[in-house]
């Protein structure tokens, strides 16, 4: 038998060598946070020390996996990966991995562990150190998630806090809707799942002790060389790995189930999303969501320059066709505001009108650094899940690491639960929003930019908002 | 050398060897359910595999023929020190007789599956029943959307799954099929029931009706036929077949709770 694989890979192998082009997929090691090259950018003693305190917590490479005294994940390593024991007890929380071992036995399942799953299932989107930077990533929006911040969106938990277990197990199981993330409920079995949520805590843990163990470094003297003693990692350590284990105890239950979809409930809805409730606090969707819930509101970039610098080529670019765009929209708005005069703007008029399109965009993306975009909420489609309970815990206490705010405790429950209704009716009733305007302009008189039509016949890419006193002013350039 | 001759005889031994061992390993045989490995589970999957069977003993018998006759050839007329080529025009009466049988048997498989294509595709057979299910295909999943205890789509009462296609067993449904709108959300994708021998490419731009059988019920699979991309092995759902109606919207009452959980104590902590 296996004389006839080594056979097929041989000639497989002799075949292949002539293409010249084998994919490469790197070499499998975790990659450095950007921030230690940036907060510690003099302090070469210190950036050594922070990879060594990691390396001596988490393992020096990916295939010897340290599993930290109390981080709450597995000791004995086998749900964690597929590991033998690394040194005679000495340190009995070192593992090594089993590289390339095949001793399964026909007729078993092999426990494969976190690690050899998430390189199959995982690692091409998610990376090797789980900084959503693996080889299929820069093709992917929204990019896949980086779990080295420790934060992550679609929660059970209070505002900020980590996700359980099973928030992250139904992440993996039915996928993230309207994203790449797809559901691996029929790939996996109960136990691979653990295995996998335990390889991405282990992933978040490290990432984000590196970053907290960097911050540590940045305040400490480069000479000193107890800064970074393993009594001071390990604090650090314990500091992150309790948020992970204090998850279970943050889970938000809404105090009262949710209320019959009745007309009246969806209309409270409504008028709580449009900013027209004449009662109780008001919150705020339309600017971000739009007043059609398209996701157009006027406090993101619009939808067209978003989908030229996002989408309109090579990812890495992204840069330039925002400094393009940039400066278009800029010349367009100075020669709206100057009833369309032929002069010429200088670098100094248009500096402030950049710096304010620069500002909009650097509003319009998350704790990644990543552009968002408002859901789109005729669509149905609900990334975090469509329960009411997924859509109250979206509403109540926001999306981690994303624009969209806590309402808790500025709305009542029961109101979060009328703005819930309201969203789960829209798309079934697509003439709810018909007509709706955004409510009376805030004061401050910043230009916004317009939601125009997405009309290829238009010439101008960007249609800017024409000023009121001159309404011909944006039609053409 | 003659003896190439042997080699090509082995040659086509070991391919009709390999056929002929094929129907007594369920491995190597058609997929169906591990209980019983050569019983298809559908009124089309049979049909299909009949059309199969005809098709390989054709193929077969044809191909022993004229291996037979290459064997024969290269061993007996082979190059002798001394022998002399004779060349001539061809015989017009053999070459008619080797056109219009092959013919004659592809006018025949084609007129002789007329019928089950024409109940498997066409449009106009499609069973006159509420739409089970609107499944589109994306990179890399099958969403399902269920039409609800309404059984119509598209309306509040829909059940939204991932991988996970239920249906009830044609017996109890007068023998009618299930039918599913197929579509796709990004590239093509196939439709692949292998148990049921149900194969449907889902186009981008198309709503596609699909329509299959099943009389056993049990666990089946669904999987994508078509390469779409690097994840192109993660589009593979679960189908449960289930013995009646009532199994059925059981299942579906109790998704359907799930999907409409507001609090955790509702369902403590099973929907997840």
Known sequence: ?????????????????????????????????????????????????????????????????????????????????????????????????????????????????????????????????????????????PRPRDYRKGIFKFTSTNTGQKPTRSDLEKTIRYGLHGTSMPAFDAMLTEREF????????????????????????????????????????????????????????????PPIPKPESTPESIQRGKELFLGLNKTGNKVDCTSCHGPQALGNGPSFISQDVFNYVVFGGDPSTRGERLDAEAERIARKRFEMANHGSAHEPT????????????????????????????????????????RPIDIYWRVAKGINGAKMPAHVPTLEPEKVWDVVNFV????????????ATLPAAPPTSAPKVAQPKYDLSNTTLLADSPPPADPKAGNTK | MRYWSILFALAAVFSIGAFVYAPFSPDWWLPNSANEPYHAVSKFGREIDSLFLIILWI??????????????????????????????????????IWTIIPAAILVFIALYQMGTWAEIKFRSSAPKVLPLA?????????????????????????????????????????????????????????????????????????KIPVWFDCDRAGQYELLCAELCGWGHYKMRSKVTVHENQADFDEWMQRKLSEQNQSQIAAVAQGGK
């Open chain 1, 1 to 141: 038998m296996i004389s006839r694989f080594r056979w097929a890979l041989i000639a497989g192998t002799v075949s292949l060598a002539g293409c010249g082009e084998m994919f490469d997929p790197g070499p499998l090691e975790y990659v450095d946070s950007p921030s230690l090259q940036t907060e510690l950018k003099d302090k070469p003693t210190m950036q050594a020390a922070v990879r060594k305190a990691l390396g001596n917590l988490f393992g020096p490479e990916p295939r010897e996996i340290h599993v930290p005294v109390g981080s709450g994940l597995p000791m004995g390593g086998a749900r964690l990966a597929s590991h033998r024991h690394f040194d005679d007890g000495a340190k009995p929380q070192a593992f090594h991995v089993a590289v390339g071992s095949s001793t399964s036995t026909p007729g078993t399942i092999p426990i494969r562990g976190g690690f050899a799953l998430y390189r199959e299932h995982c690692l091409h989107c998610h990376g090797v150190s789980g900084a959503g930077d693996g080889p299929t990533a820069p093709f992917l929006y």
């Open chain 2, 134 to 206: 609107e499944v589109t295909a994306r990179q890399f999943q099958w969403v399902i959307r269920y039409a609800g205890p309404d059984g119509k789509l598209h309306t509040t009462d829909d059940l939204h799954l991932v991988n996970d296609l239920h249906f009830v067993k044609s017996a109890e449904k007068l023998e009618k099929p299930a039918l599913i709108w197929l579509q796709s959300g990004d590239v093509l994708h196939s439709f692949f029931l292998p148990q049921l021998r149900i194969k449907q490419d889902a186009v981008p731009g198309l």
């Open chain 1, 194 to 253: 653990q295995q996998v949520i335990d390889y991405v805590i282990f992933l978040s843990l490290r990432g984000e002790t590196e970053l907290a163990l960097i911050g540590e470094a940045g305040i400490a003297d480069e000479k000193d060389p107890n800064a970074l003693s393993d009594e001071v990692s390990g604090e650090i350590l314990r500091a992150v790995a309790n948020k992970w284990k204090s998850a279970d105890s943050q889970v938000m239950n």
């Open chain 2, 59 to 96: 193929t077969g018998i044809v191909f022993i023929g004229t291996q037979i006759a290459l064997v024969w050839v290269s061993w007996k007329y082979i190059d002798k020190p001394g022998s002399v080529a004779t060349y001539f025009h061809g015989s017009q009466r053999l070459e008619v």
């Open chain 1, 347 to 386: 670098a100094d008029e248009l500096k402030p009108l950049l710096a304010q399109i620069k500002k909009q965009w650097e509003d319009s993306l998350d704790d990644w650094k990543e552009p968002l975009r408002p859901a789109n909420l005729n669509r149905g489609v609900y990334k975090g899940g469509r």
């Open chain 1, 424 to 435: 789960l009716a829209l798309p079934y009733e697509p003439k709810l929003l018909e007509g």
